[in-house]
């Protein structure tokens, strides 16, 4: 599976940007999604989490109800839709792949996941 993350870039604190993961490869509609970000100076942090099937998600409690993944299996697409941007959401955001079942306590842990994109740099000026 390869992945294909877009859609960072400059945006003011308040504003809005939607981030984008095509996938490649495998049975994407099979997949569970997840998105992550690492700040400068800080470790890994899991941002959002998309089950296969159901589609339950969850999120990190520093953008639950500011941030919202779907995903498009028409498209083999995952998205990241990211308003109220705050600086502090500054940081390089992942998408990654996972297999099987998963509680939704565990999507937003990355070592159950098994394929990464590059990842895309998201920057928010106050």
């Known amino acids: 599976v390869q992945l294909q993350a877009s859609g960072g870039g400059l945006v003011q604190a308040g504003g809005s940007l939607r981030l984008s993961c095509a996938a490649s490869g495998g049975t994407f509609s099979s997949y569970g999604m997840g998105w992550f970000r690492r700040a400068p100076g800080k470790e890994r942090e899991g941002v959002a989490g998309l089950r296969p099937g159901d589609r339950a998600t969850r999120y990190a409690d520093s953008v639950k109800s500011r941030f919202t993944i779907s995903r498009d299996n028409a498209k083999n697409t995952v998205y990241l839709q990211m308003n109220t941007l705050q600086p502090e959401d500054t940081a390089v955001y992942y998408c990654?792949?996972?297999?099987?079942?998963?509680?939704?306590?565990?999507?937003?842990?990355?070592?159950?996941?098994?394929?990464w994109g590059q990842g895309t740099l998201v920057t928010v000026s106050s």
């Open positions: 990654a792949t996972y297999s099987g079942n998963l509680i939704t306590g565990s999507m937003l842990r990355p070592n159950v996941y098994n394929y």
